[in-house]
């Protein structure tokens, strides 16, 4: 950051960017690959959705509350589906 001569917002911007970049092309990969592969890169796609929700607001493993909003939500007040 020092060494660009960035704020600590323009860096985080440009992280973000890059992210967004990497995800769109995992998800066109995702698309574009066999049958066989997409299985394997379902699991990469679900552990990067993961870490998004972790660390969506700072590093969610050490200060958990959001995550545990997160899992109360879907687990213990889940939305009713009705068929």
């Not at 704020?7 to 990497?22: D, H, V, W």
């Not at 066109?28 to 990067?48: G, M, Q, Y």
């Amino acid at each position: 950051m020092k060494q660009y001569g960035l704020t600590e917002e323009q860096a985080s911007n440009k992280l973000r960017e890059m992210i967004s970049s990497a995800r769109k092309d995992v998800n066109e990969e995702w698309l574009k690959a066999p049958i066989f592969s997409r299985h394997l890169l379902t699991r990469v796609v679900n552990i990067d959705r993961t870490l998004e929700v972790i660390y969506e607001y700072g590093n969610g493993y050490t200060n958990a509350q959001h995550l545990k909003d997160h899992i109360v939500r879907l687990f213990v007040n889940p939305i009713p589906m009705e068929e």
